[in-house]
């Protein structure tokens, strides 16, 4: 882009050129923060700039905020503005004025925050509002410290203007779209947590667990990040059928009997038919995962005693992950197995319970499973569960709880 410095004026020709590169690459990226990486890196080209930050607005909050990149650029870390305040930042997202500071460190509206975090130590600065296209702003575009040195001049501020428009309705999309999408995680994760809170000590991370290790699965099976992601998203609901289930058979504090694990199994058809005609992606896998996960490789599983490859490989995936994690926690019915112990027994069940290929997956991923296992004490006494209290409400997985867990899927999401 170096002909923009080889004169104050681009000609048309050179300005379309460049917005329809800018175009071109912000428009292939749904995914908020992948898009905001890009359009600053495409900014910092454009303009040959030091830097170049967006904020966004957060209006519940009251705020702006900004994932920076710190050091070498691979840490992200966030930071907040309150929107009412007197920064530079916070001025043009109020005003949707332009704030242009030929020197930065002497000018009050300027904090130094920032820099005080990246090491980076801004000179000149400009900033300039974000805003959709029915003019409402939604952040702020700054960039700061020409590579010559000079001042930021009107030619740059209506480049920036010019590409914070052209990014506007990007942005805008891809907000929605995660909002959309973080809404739907937080439906199947509170889902499933009505299904697991009665029988599990530790909802959160039995759900986070066996997520996890799902995930770790389908990567080492050589699954893209795509669909592995739709894999550990959808796992969570692999038991739901379990709300079905009368609380004599699921909190039984011992062994069932033939006819009440007989009625157990049917765990697996109540949450087929929970899920039954999914539209979307997500919920399709769970689908699959909550009426075949207690199917074994061999056939001799349920419901329907499909064997081998007949069984969904999301299926023979989950089917790992929750036995494993079911053996390492304690029930009403058993007590907890050491980590080593419950290892062992998915490998002795290759080609038994288990796909030999996830359970060849598994042995790749234990180091990992391992050290996510670490603080589990291990063989603990089972405290006996207090039916009238666990079914009363929510109350082993509060909705602090849940919404830790939560936390934690979503920031997995984003990697
Ligand atoms: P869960 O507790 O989540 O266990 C899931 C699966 O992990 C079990 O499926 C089983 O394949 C494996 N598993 C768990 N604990 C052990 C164990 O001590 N030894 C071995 N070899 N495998 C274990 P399964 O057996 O089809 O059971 C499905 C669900 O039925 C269990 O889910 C649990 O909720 C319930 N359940 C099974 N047996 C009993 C029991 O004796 N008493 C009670 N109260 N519930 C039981
Ligand atoms: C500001 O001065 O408003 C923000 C400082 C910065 O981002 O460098
Ligand atoms: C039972 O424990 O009653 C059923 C046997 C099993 O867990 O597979
Ligand atoms: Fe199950």
């Not at 592995?228 to 909190?251: C, M, R």
Request: charged share 25%; with cysteine.
């Amino acid at each position: 882009m170096q002909f923009y410095h080889e004169g104050n004026k681009l000609t048309a020709e050179q300005k379309l050129n460049l917005l329809v590169e800018f175009g071109t690459r912000v428009s292939g990226e749904i995914r908020l923060e992948k898009l905001l990486d890009i359009i600053a890196q495409q900014i910092t080209t454009i303009l040959d700039v030091g830097r170049c930050t967006i904020y966004l607005k957060d209006i519940e909050k009251n705020e702006l905020w900004s994932k920076i990149a710190q050091g070498r650029g691979l840490e992200h870390t966030e930071i907040r503005v309150p929107l009412d305040g007197n920064n530079v930042v916070s001025i043009v997202a109020r005003t949707g004025e332009i704030i242009n500071l030929p020197n930065a460190y002497e000018d009050p509206r300027f904090s130094m925050d920032v820099d005080m975090v990246t090491d980076f130590r801004t000179h000149t600065m400009l900033a300039v509002p974000l805003k959709n296209n029915a003019n409402k702003v939604l952040g702020v575009f700054q960039v700061a410290n020409k590579a010559d040195g000079a001042i930021f001049d009107k030619n740059d501020e209506g480049i920036l203007t010019l590409l914070a428009t052209l990014a506007g309705s990007s942005i805008e999309i891809a907000k929605l779209y995660q909002d959309v999408r973080v809404s739907q995680l937080e439906t199947i994760y509170r889902l499933a947590v009505t299904a697991e809170y009665r029988d599990q000590q530790d909802t959160r991370s039995h759900l986070k667990n066996i997520s996890i290790i799902s995930y770790l699965l389908a990567r080492a099976l050589g699954m893209s990040a795509k669909d592995s992601e739709l894999i550990k998203n959808a796992s969570p609901l692999h038991d739901i059928g379990k709300v079905a289930l009368a609380d004599h058979i699921l909190l039984k504090p011992g062994k069932l009997t033939a006819e009440e694990f007989e009625i157990m199994k049917s765990h697996t058809i109540y949450g087929g038919r929970i899920l039954e005609g999914a539209h979307s992606k997500v919920l399709k896998i769970a689908h699959k995962m909550s009426l075949y996960h207690h199917e074994k490789w061999n056939g001799s599983g349920y419901p329907h005693g499909l064997k081998g490859e007949d069984i969904p490989l999301e299926a023979r995936i989950i089917t790992v992950a929750d036995v494993f994690d079911a053996l390492c926690q304690s029930r009403v019915y058993k007590q907890a197995w050491k980590t080593d112990e419950a290892y062992g027994y998915i490998l002795s069940e290759a080609g038994e319970s288990f796909d030999p290929r996830i359970v060849a997956a598994f042995k790749k991923i234990y180091p990992s499973v391992r050290k996510l296992y670490a603080h589990i004490a291990v063989n603990q006494p089972h405290t006996p569960v207090d039916t009238a209290e666990t079914t009363t409400g929510l109350n082993s997985a509060d909705s602090t709880e849940t919404d830790e867990m939560f936390k934690h899927l979503i920031e997995n999401d984003k990697n």
